[in-house]
């Protein structure tokens, strides 16, 4: 019998009692899945759900198989190693025992002396070239992400779980987890918007509010599989949008043809050709009559308006928002941005970045590439004036924004309209909110807080903020924007991006998102060892 992970009918809740997954009923085999869905939708929920760190408070969850779940680094030990990471510091420190003529005749029966040596091996594979005895703390970011994939999968499971195994990874980092899945031959449940990696999957998930739905296939499946839903929905909404009107003028001309035959009566009773008798019990029958076909009007239009709202949520679940940019007017010969023999850092005497020069002229689209570690966001955080170079100049000659990763220009406590009256000054009320209806936050939209929307909605909010004024910057810098957002915020961000005409610096390693942005130059920084 194949390994086999399922959730029976199972509803989780936060602790503030926001219901995250309601009745869901999913089943994954031995097989590559990509789960995919908006923020807050519950992917990560499912993930610990499924390695048992999290309980339903109602359904069950069936495990018939081994699970190891991806470790994510929200705080280090300060003596923690990368041999903790695969639970063999125990069996290494045996080993060490064993080497000093110190152990035990019944521990060295038990030892395992491959150990090291699989490790390293395991390690190498993942592109992380060090010893077991490596403290975390020395590793990047990015090594870390990529010895703990390699753990996972040295414990051998029946399935692997992983939550976002290429954020904040470089290309060849990303390489690496691309190729260890290739290889790998047990189940893999797989949370991600990485769109190359999701295309190797052999299945996607797409966790909705109304359940999980299944594509077989890739990326590249699910999405001609969505843009068919999409068409569907699409038609279901001309047709309920046709028969709700088709109801409201059947229900006008009931009412007109009863108002007239009413007329007709009342002149027949005032000329005296009726009895007074007769003419009560016809007045009576006839608003009887009215009555009762108003109110199975009213009925089939109120089921008629509810069909066509949820044919529109159909729709909104799977289209992304389309934004009004407004043009920035940059000329095509406009000096946009001048970086002369350029040396900096962090720390005296350990420069990032020395001797760079680079120039954009006009509406560039410019990616930055390179290796983790390699001062692509060294450079973006002089081009901002957020870094001060050592030596060299940097020129800046139009109105340029910043929008990182985490969307810091956003104060997620206030609203939408709050944060764009706080990021563009010399707009009145009635320009902020003109500005924010072109980015789709209209009348109590905008009046949102930042912390209650979702992924999509957020870079929407900051485009808005960034782009939406009369006068918005001729330079965007971008630095790994599509990094912890869900796909319908990628395509919100391409969507709003693709209609810009001013220049742009991006630092990303998502090779789908920079041929949607129609890069026109790739600037390549030394890259240093590691």
Known sequence: ?????????????????????????????????????????????????LAGRLRPSCGSVVRDGTVALLRQFASLAPDETVADLFGASAGLA?????????????????????????????????????????????????????????????????????????????????????????????????????????????????????????????????RQARAARLAAAEHDLAVAEKRAADLARRAQETVERQQRRDAAGSRRAARGDLPRLLAGARRDNAERTAGGSARLAERQRALAETDLAQTRNRIASVKPAALAVPRSGLHADRHVLAVENVTAGYRPGRPVLTGLSLAITGPERVALCGRNGSGKSTLLALVAGRLGPWSGRVSVGVRAALLDQRLGLLDRDRTVAENFARLNPGEDANGCRAALARFQFRAAAADRTVSSLSGGQQVRAALACVLGNAAPPQLLILDEPTNHLDLEAVEALELGLAGYDGALLVVSHDEAFLGALRITRRVGLDDPAG
């Open 1 to 49: 019998m194949p390994a086999q992970l399922s959730l029976l009918n199972v509803t989780w809740s936060a602790p503030d009692g926001r219901a995250v997954l309601s009745d869901l009923s999913v089943t994954f085999g031995p097989e590559r899945t990509g789960v995919v869905g908006r923020n807050g939708a519950g992917k990560s929920t499912l993930l610990g759900l």
């Open 94 to 222: 045996l080993l060490r025992r064993a080497e000093a003529g110190a152990g035990e005749a019944d521990e060295l029966a038990a030892a395992d002396w491959t150990l090291e040596e699989r490790l390293t091996g395991a390690l190498a594979l993942m592109g992380v070239p060090v010893s077991p005895g490596t403290p975390l703390s020395r590793l990047s970011g990015g090594q870390r992400a990529r010895a703990a994939l390699a753990a996972a999968i040295f414990a051998r499971p029946d399935f692997l779980l992983l939550d976002e195994p290429t954020n904040d990874l470089d290309s060849d980092g990303r390489r690496a987890v691309h190729e260890a899945l290739r290889r790998w031959r047990g189940g893999a449940i797989v949370v991600s918007h990485d769109r190359s990696l999701l295309d190797a999957m052999d299945a996607i998930v797409d966790l909705e509010p109304t359940g999980a739905s299944r594509t077989r296939g890739g990326f590249e499946a699910y």
